[in-house]
């Protein structure tokens, strides 16, 4: 059973910068493809980032340029890089698995971690 633990987030001044860590376990993380999906207060879960099981990678637009997403199979992590952060970055960042492929919809995703809280805020 693959199980994944979110650590990194906190709170952080608008332009910091954050670094999100998804740890795994119980799989070989080669095999799967590991995303980033986020959501505020009120809104609906979204896609913000994926990187394949051949490390093919995919943002969203309103993080593209200023988020990195890396992976380290050897560590079964994979990390979120996040620059110039903005308010609205504002949420609980889940990370999420599926086997080989990334999906874009939270629904296409297998499996979920509990989430951590990034505040962006003066």
């Known amino acids: 059973q693959l199980q994944l633990v979110e650590s990194g987030g906190g709170l952080v001044q608008p332009g910091g910068s954050l670094r999100l860590s998804c740890t795994t376990s119980?799989?070989?993380?080669?095999?799967?493809?590991i995303g980033w999906f986020r959501q505020a207060p009120e809104k609906e879960r979204e896609h913000v980032s994926c990187i394949s099981s051949l490390s093919r990678l995919y943002y969203a637009d309103s993080v593209k340029g200023r988020f990195t997403i890396s992976r380290d199979n050897a560590n079964n992590t994979v990390y979120l890089q996040m620059n110039s952060l903005k308010p609205e970055d504002t949420a609980v960042y889940y990370c999420a698995a599926s086997f080989f492929y990334c999906s874009g919809y939270s629904q296409g995703m297998d499996y979920y971690g509990k989430g951590t809280l990034v505040t962006v805020s003066s």
């Open positions: 119980g799989v070989t993380l080669d095999d799967y493809a």
